[in-house]
């Protein structure tokens, strides 16, 4: 399994260059979460809280953090700065109970361990007063259509069987720690262009899942993805991604 301390203080400075969330994303976090003006949001795993930077902008909730690695969150710092970012593990959040009215949270829980991923959900569940828990994933189904297994297929088992949690088990964890209401939903995220930076960014491996594959398995990705764009030239190559929202509610 990787180590997120290391391989986010190792691509800290270069995650915002290839990774943010659209419009389309957040403005869905900010409806399904019934974000308003004022609101206290927690972002677990916020990294250099592109998530809550962009739901903060559409609704001017008040924003937290935390998250394990440091230089992650001094990009979230700069970025938001009267949002409170604190160090910390999800699996242990370091606020009080019922202190926020909306936790959230994107592509995080495939990083801890699956005996604490429902852990993490309790956590989530203490901190809130009422309100919902949010968290963005992955289904299976999306993991083998991911434009990054089109050209890297050796991540297709180690997303499945080392990392992500399919969706209806985050939906168990949901119930099991007391949340109602538990629902899941498609979002379409915004198209990647599949292009110069793009190979940038895979080269860069901005995603973790190809610091996990054999260097052999990388260069033979990166084979795949430069013949693909020499085939296509300036042909203007996009493809969707779709990934899921799975959420509950606390009632008190
Ligand atoms: C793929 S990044 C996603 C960052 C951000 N949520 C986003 O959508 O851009 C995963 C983040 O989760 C953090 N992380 C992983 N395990 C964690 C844990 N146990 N506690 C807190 N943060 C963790 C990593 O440090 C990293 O910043």
Request: glycine fraction near 8%.
């Amino acid at each position: 399994m990787l180590n997120p301390a290391s391989y986010y203080r190792s691509i800290a400075s270069r995650y915002d260059a290839f990774r943010q969330w659209g419009n389309s994303v957040a403005s869905k976090v900010v409806k399904v979460g019934e974000i308003s003006y004022g609101m206290k949001v927690l972002d677990i795993g916020c990294g250099t809280g592109n998530l809550i930077s962009a739901v903060k902008n559409i609704s001017g909730c008040n924003a937290y953090g935390i998250d394990l690695s440091l230089e992650m969150l001094d990009v979230a710092k700069k970025k938001i700065a009267n949002g409170i970012f604190v160090k910390g593990n999800v699996g242990a959040i370091p606020f009080a109970n019922c202190s926020f009215s909306c936790v959230i949270g994107a592509f995080f829980l495939h990083l801890v361990s699956r005996g604490d991923r429902e852990i993490v959900v309790k956590e989530c569940y203490r901190v809130l007063s009422r309100g919902r828990l949010l968290i963005l994933s992955l289904s299976y189904k999306q993991i083998e259509k991911s434009i990054y297994s089109r050209f890297f297929p050796e991540i297709i088992g180690i997303e499945k069987n080392r990392r992500f949690s399919d969706i209806p088990e985050i939906e168990n964890w949901l119930w099991n720690c007391g949340f109602i209401q538990v629902k899941s939903e498609t979002i379409q995220d915004e198209p990647i262009k599949i292009d110069k930076q793009f190979f940038s960014s895979v080269k860069n491996k901005v995603i973790s899942s190809l610091a996990l594959i054999s260097p052999q398995a990388f260069v033979r990705g990166l084979r795949r993805l430069r013949g693909f764009l020499d085939e296509k030239g300036d042909e203007e190559r996009i493809c969707d991604q779709s990934i899921t929202l799975v959420y509950g509610e606390k009632q008190l």
